[in-house]
């Protein structure tokens, strides 16, 4: 089957799925012009690498994708100076980094996207994620967002090689 496919004006299809998503409060721009911390979602089309998921909110989600349990000691490195730069790390984590473990309910399922991984090139762009919307679907850092029943629908369907494209809506 084909890559998912993301616009623009806010949707998400894969065969006969259509579903309303969440993209940056920055935009989107190309992927050359992606920067850190511009809140932008990043055009391209990126690998998805595997889901993460909170067991004490959700079960783990059906999918073909590598999954794994989060932990409170989970975290995301976003200083472009650290070596560890857009990778997982374990809390505490003196650098700057995001906690993948959060109060509201936005990374109890989480998509890791291959932006900027291979290697990372410092200051591109970290944590791009397709993740859960918020109620309002207001924009995110720069990730990909849908409802939770949404995204376990998607994940459900998907081979294990997929890859996500996000394009301008024409």
């Known amino acids: 089957m084909s890559d998912i496919i993301v616009t623009s004006d806010g949707f998400i299809k894969y065969g006969g799925l259509r579903f309303r998503c969440a993209l940056g409060k920055g935009g989107v721009k190309p992927?050359?012009?992606?920067?850190?911390?511009?809140?932008?979602t990043p055009l391209g089309r990126y690998a998805l690498r595997h889901v993460w998921y909170r067991p004490d909110r959700v079960t783990a989600p059906q999918t073909r994708l590598p999954v794994q349990a989060l932990t409170p000691q989970d975290g995301w490195c976003d200083d472009p100076a650290d070596p560890a730069y857009n990778r997982h790390v374990l809390l505490p984590y003196t650098a700057s980094h995001e906690k993948l473990w959060r109060e509201d309910h936005v990374y109890d399922v989480?998509?890791?996207?291959?932006?900027?991984?291979?290697?990372?090139?410092?200051?591109?762009?970290?944590?791009?994620?397709?993740?859960?919307?918020?109620?309002?679907?207001?924009?995110?850092?720069?990730?990909?967002?849908?409802?939770?029943?949404?995204?376990?629908?998607?994940?459900?369907?998907?081979?294990?090689?997929?890859?996500?494209?996000?394009?301008?809506?024409?």
Do not use: W
């Open 31 to 40: 992927e050359a012009d992606k920067r850190e911390g511009d809140g932008a």
């Open 110 to 170: 989480i998509v890791v996207l291959g932006h900027n991984d291979d290697p990372p090139v410092p200051g591109m762009g970290s944590a791009i994620f397709l993740h859960l919307a918020r109620p309002d679907y207001s924009g995110t850092e720069g990730c990909v967002a849908l409802a939770l029943p949404d995204l376990l629908a998607l994940l459900a369907v998907l081979p294990p090689q997929s890859a996500m494209l996000i394009v301008k809506a024409e």
